[in-house]
Nanobody, 124 residues
Framework: QVQLVESGGGLVQTGASLRLSCAASGHTSIYYTMGWFRQAPGEEREFVAAITWSGSSTYDSDSVKGRFTISRDNAKNTVDLQMNSLEPEDTAVYYC?????????????????WGQGTQVTVSS
């Protein structure tokens, strides 16, 4: 089993930045692809970004491209999401996820481990 714990969420104003972090523990493997998803009230869970185990490949959704950056530190078993130029539309619960098959997918079904989520609220 892999446990994922997100941190770094909060309430910010439009245009601000936040850095989310996800700490992995348990039967972790650096070969997992790690991803971030988000879910706003009444909406389906939405892909945000993903990164392969080596960090050499990343995949960002069009809605965050150029504003959010995903990174990982395999020595610390962490994956971060740097979020800049935040907009009210970014308000959601953000989830960290791990894919043991190492794919680089935008599909939530490809990820078999999930964190509990951290709330990000952007006020206008």
């Amino acid at each position: 089993q892999v446990q994922l714990v997100e941190s770094g969420g909060g309430l910010v104003q439009t245009g601000a930045s936040l850095r989310l972090s996800c700490a992995a523990s348990g039967h972790t493997s650096i070969y997992y692809t790690m991803g971030w998803f988000r879910q706003a009230p009444g909406e389906e869970r939405e892909f945000v970004a993903a990164i392969t185990w080596s960090g050499s490949s990343t995949y960002d959704s069009d809605s965050v491209k150029g504003r959010f950056t995903i990174s990982r530190d395999n020595a610390k078993n962490t994956v971060d999401l740097q979020m800049n130029s935040l907009e009210p539309e970014d308000t959601a619960v953000y989830y960290c996820a791990a894919d043991s098959l190492g794919l680089l997918s935008e599909l939530a079904s490809a990820y078999n481990y999930w964190g509990q989520g951290t709330q990000v609220t952007v006020s206008s």
